[in-house]
């Protein structure tokens, strides 16, 4: 006598060892994909080489640079920046802007004069002497083109910087430096702790 068979069949073949493979592959196919798509568009990790912005920066701290916001605003006084090194496009430098376009600048007996005035740097340390160097000579008066940003580093007398090879171009820019994230005891965000105003 034949009877149906009315309960569940699960005809739906069972996983072999390559289709895991596949699906595994397709993962980190993805996962590859936006991870580069961050780190193109959006944000950039960075290790810091050398003292030439200690002591807010020191040698060895990891950062992450953020490229979105100078698509959004322009770049601020104050702004600590990642940016191609103008004599080798294989480096990134990480500096702080003191002049925007139109500006005005001088060095004169180890102090920066911004449009005239003197500049309150308090992320310096103590006494540190700004010197002159071979684009910028001591008390020549010279302005920001267009399109272009004086950047200096925190510790002067270890820093190359545009008193050495000129401004930089704002398509040189890397980003915005947004957090540091080691050592441990310094994690934190790091937005522009002090804004430099005329």
């Known amino acids: 006598m034949e009877t149906d068979y009315l309960g569940?069949?699960?005809?739906?073949?069972?996983?072999?060892?390559?289709?895991?493979?596949v699906e595994l592959f397709q993962t980190v196919v993805v996962f590859a994909a936006i991870i580069t798509a961050v780190y193109w568009l959006i944000a950039q990790p960075h290790k810091v080489s050398g003292s030439s912005m200690y002591p807010n920066f020191k040698d060895g701290d990891y950062i992450i640079t953020d490229k979105v916001t100078y698509r959004l605003a322009t770049p601020q006084r104050g702004d600590v920046i990642v940016f191609k090194n103008p004599r080798d496009k294989a480096q990134d430098f990480i500096k702080r802007i003191i002049g925007l376009p139109g500006d005005t600048f001088r060095i004169e007996e180890g102090k920066v004069y911004l449009n005239a005035k003197l500049l309150n740097e308090p992320y310096l340390n103590?006494?540190?002497?700004?010197?002159?160097?071979?684009?910028?000579?001591?008390?020549?008066?010279?302005?920001?083109?267009?399109?272009?940003?004086?950047?200096?580093?925190?510790n002067r007398p270890a820093s190359s910087d545009s008193r050495d090879w000129g401004f930089i171009d704002f398509n040189e820019i890397i980003g915005k430096v947004f957090l540091r994230y080691w050592p441990s005891q310094t994690v934190g965000l790091y937005p522009a702790a002090y804004t430099i105003t005329q």
Do not use: F, N, R
């Open 126 to 154: 103590q006494g540190v002497y700004t010197g002159p160097e071979a684009t910028i000579q001591e008390g020549e008066e010279l302005t920001v083109p267009e399109g272009k940003l004086l950047v200096l580093g925190d």
């Open 8 to 21: 569940y069949h699960d005809e739906t073949p069972k996983p072999t060892l390559k289709s895991h493979i």
